[in-house]
């Protein structure tokens, strides 16, 4: 699998439907600069990546690397039909095969700039897979291609956005459970943490939830997000402070309370902590930049 990191979001730059007959083959191709997607509708591609080969039959897909060498390991032995993507991801990507998922939490990763600016998220994808769903995929793919009934303005436009469908399609696709059951199971943790930040939460209740032993996910969350999962659910108690501290004139004690912590004295050490400011030192900073928002 791959991980593109995102704002800004993957950019098609071009996209094709090509048909090789018996004898052709892809072009040799080295460190091309550009993601290159291959999709088969029919036949057999036969492709190989530096030391690596792959055999692209109908309904698979297959993603090419910007900085790899990609040729064929061998002619087409029937007519091939298959559709080509090329595209960017300006903010950067990586292997998962060499390295692990980056989460937004992730310090090393995330300049936590400005609370209100956009928010880093990684777009996780099958380098090679049997699409569970060719149809969708095949679809998306001729309406890229396709520029019937589409106004010269709207067009780019649109394509860019069956482009963003079409990723997601892929990303569907192959689960992180598939493959990678320790981040699977750091997801699961994760989504729990974040429905029930407002709850106690002890880590007896999180592995009956998960059924799990609890120093199970404990080790999990802190391979994938560096942080055991009540670090994790502090953090995510601190984001939800900090929208009620600048969106409501409600008291620390209430905020405190509304964010899932027992106490106001430690919603507050640990919130220091985390933003380097009191929750009133940080409040200060939006007021009259933020509209208020009473009881």
Known sequence: MLQ???PPLPTLLAAGKNTFNIGQSHTNRNKIGVFDLLVVTKGQLFMGEDSHSFNVSEGCALILYPDRHHYSTSPCDEVTDFFWL???AAKGWQDLSISKPCYYEDKAVVDSGNFLSETPFGITLPKYCKLSN???????CSKINSSENESIYSREWQRQMLFQQLLLELSNHMHLA????VFAVAEKAAIYLRK???KKVTYEELGYALSFHPNHIARC???AFGC???????KIRIDQAKILLISTDWSI?????SSGFAQSAYFSRIFKKLEKLTPNQFRKQYVGKVPVKND
Do not use: G
Request: charged letters at 15%.
């Open 4 to 6: 593109l990191f995102a």
């Open 221 to 223: 969350m802190i391979q």
């Open 178 to 181: 598939t493959s990678l059951p």
């Open 196 to 198: 029930n930040y407002a």
């Open 228 to 234: 055991t999962p009540i670090e994790y659910l502090n």
């Open 134 to 140: 060719p149809e969708t995929v095949e679809l998306l």
């Open 253 to 257: 004690d209430r905020i405190s309370e």
């Open 86 to 88: 090329h595209f960017i």
